[in-house]
């Protein structure tokens, strides 16, 4: 069993910065990839960004070169550094691990407001 838990939501300026983070329990984590998945409010989720086990990363177009992931496998923890946020960010914001299943923290709310 896996729980993650996410943290560094809030409320930001379009512009502004953000770093999530997803810390895990369990033993599987190193061999996991670990994803940011988001959803915006009235929309379905959708996928943000995953980073495998040796660290390859895959990013939505919408997200490339404002976001980062990057992952600590001896903290356990998984990180999204978001910049250049715009209004279409908010969104609640979850993180997941996937091995030989799939597991979901229960979300962050990210908003972008003036």
């Known amino acids: 069993q896996v729980q993650l838990v996410e943290s560094g939501g809030g409320l930001v300026q379009p512009g502004g910065s953000l770093r999530l983070s997803c810390a895990a329990s369990g033993n599987i984590f190193s061999f996991s990839v670990m994803g940011w998945y988001r959803q915006p409010p009235g929309k379905q989720r959708e996928l943000v960004a995953t980073?495998?086990?040796?660290?390859?990363?895959n990013y939505a177009d919408s997200v490339k070169g404002r976001f980062t992931i990057s992952r600590d496998n001896a903290k356990n923890t998984v990180y999204l550094q978001m910049t250049t946020l715009k209004f279409e960010d908010t969104a609640v914001y979850y993180c997941?691990?996937?091995?030989?299943?799939?597991?979901w923290g229960p979300g962050t709310q990210v908003t972008v407001s003036s």
């Open positions: 997941a691990s996937t091995w030989t299943t799939t597991y």
């Open positions: 980073i495998t086990s040796g660290g390859s990363t």
